[in-house]
């Protein structure tokens, strides 16, 4: 605080109708060492920062002073300690600052800075290669000729896994050519950590991700497994998984709500537990539907896509406007999953679980 150090006893009953006289020896700016010692019935000038004097023991705000030539007026009794900071009053010698793991964040860094620690052993980001797979696919605000359509995985999962942390690496797009999608997976295995397809991996004809994924594991040699399997969820289905030469490889599937859903189940968890994360996976809190979530039994969990309010104390979840998996506009709007299980669907007022997809991990 801005004000007097002095001694607090010097200021016994001290108040507005009666102040206490004391002497005042010097003045003492943030950013400067003291050279005189505070003593009885003396009082120093001292701005907030500045290290308190030898001597004094606590400090009245300037507010509560009155200067008056060479002595001050105190009209307000001190403490022992009053507005003062003791060294070592966050942080002491010995103490662990920051445990294996922290997440740094802004107040993390400050803390580090404080320390003079300007160097740290941190895990370095993963690169994570995303490429988009489709001869339907169009980059960027090129008229679109029938039959084509614009790719919006691309630069959605560019950006959730920058959001994730990662280093996204941007593979471009590839049409559905066994050969050209291997080649550019093969680059994209010698510089990435980690890599995400889009589209091409559900039963088409014309689906050669797992074809070229299949082919780079075993006849390339770089070794590894290739799992190409169908997940009882809905969106999100198809899913490619496999780890080729150490690196792991996540084929999503290419309905921009699916892919997005894909990521976050699946692709997001591990990319966090790569990075040596100690939280992973989104919270889950219990919601209350805010309208209907229909569904069937078809023995999958639906995760339909809500907007999350609170509402006197509880969330409540409302489904975005549209629910299909090619609906990415009306997804957008989201910031949660409902998890509806398998069966007739949730009614309004209902109670469901929410995955947050608006807070980055469970603790
Ligand atoms: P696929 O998984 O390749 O069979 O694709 C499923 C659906 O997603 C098809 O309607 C594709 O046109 C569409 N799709 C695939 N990739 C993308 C993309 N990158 N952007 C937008 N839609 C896509
Ligand atoms: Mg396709």
């Known amino acids: 605080m801005d004000g007097y150090a002095l001694r607090a006893v010097d200021t016994a009953g001290a108040s507005n109708g009666s102040p206490v006289r004391l002497a005042v020896v010097g003045e003492l700016p943030a950013g400067r060492a003291p050279t005189v010692a505070v003593g009885p019935g003396q009082a120093i000038r001292i701005m907030t920062g500045a290290p308190v004097p030898d001597g004094a023991d606590a400090v009245v705000m300037v507010e509560r002073t009155e200067a008056e030539g060479d002595s001050v007026l105190v009209h307000q009794e001190a403490r ?164 080729i030469g150490g690196v792991p490889v996540f084929g999503l599937p290419g309905n921009p709500v699916s892919s997005l859903v894909s990521f976050e189940l699946f692709a997001r968890p591990a990319l966090l537990q790569a990075m040596g994360h100690p939280h992973r996976f989104r919270p889950e809190v219990p919601a209350v539907a805010g309208a209907p979530l229909p569904r069937r039994r078809d023995g999958k969990l639906h995760l339909d896509r809500v907007r999350l309010h609170v509402e006197d104390g509880r969330f409540v979840a409302d489904p975005v406007r549209a629910q299909a998996s090619n609906a990415l506009a009306a997804t957008a709007a989201a910031n949660g999953l409902a998890l509806v299980p398998d069966g007739e669907g949730v009614e309004a007022g209902e109670a469901v679980r929410v995955l947050r997809l608006d807070v980055p991990a469970d603790h």
Request: aromatic share 4%.
């Open 80 to 243: 022992v300690g009053d507005h003062v900071r003791e060294a070592g009053g966050d942080v002491r010698p010995g103490d662990l600052v920051l445990p294996a793991s922290t997440v740094l964040g802004p107040a993390h860094l400050g803390v580090l800075a404080s320390l003079g620690r300007v160097e740290v052993l941190a895990r370095p980001r993963a690169r994570v290669g995303v490429l988009s797979t489709g001869d339907e696919l169009v980059e960027g605000a090129a008229p679109l000729a029938p039959g084509q359509i614009r790719d919006s995985n691309r630069p959605m999962l560019l950006a959730l896994v920058a959001e994730a942390g990662c280093e996204p690496v941007d593979l471009g797009t590839a049409r559905d050519d066994q050969a050209l999608i291997t080649s550019v997976l093969e680059r994209a295995l010698d510089s990435c950590d980690a890599v995400l397809t889009s589209g091409g991996v559900s039963v088409g004809d014309y689906d050669f991700v797992k074809a070229a994924l299949d082919h780079l594991a075993g006849e390339v040699g770089r070794g590894g497994t290739f799992r190409w399997s169908q997940v009882a969820i809905k969106p999100a289905k198809p899913l490619a998984f496999g780890v």
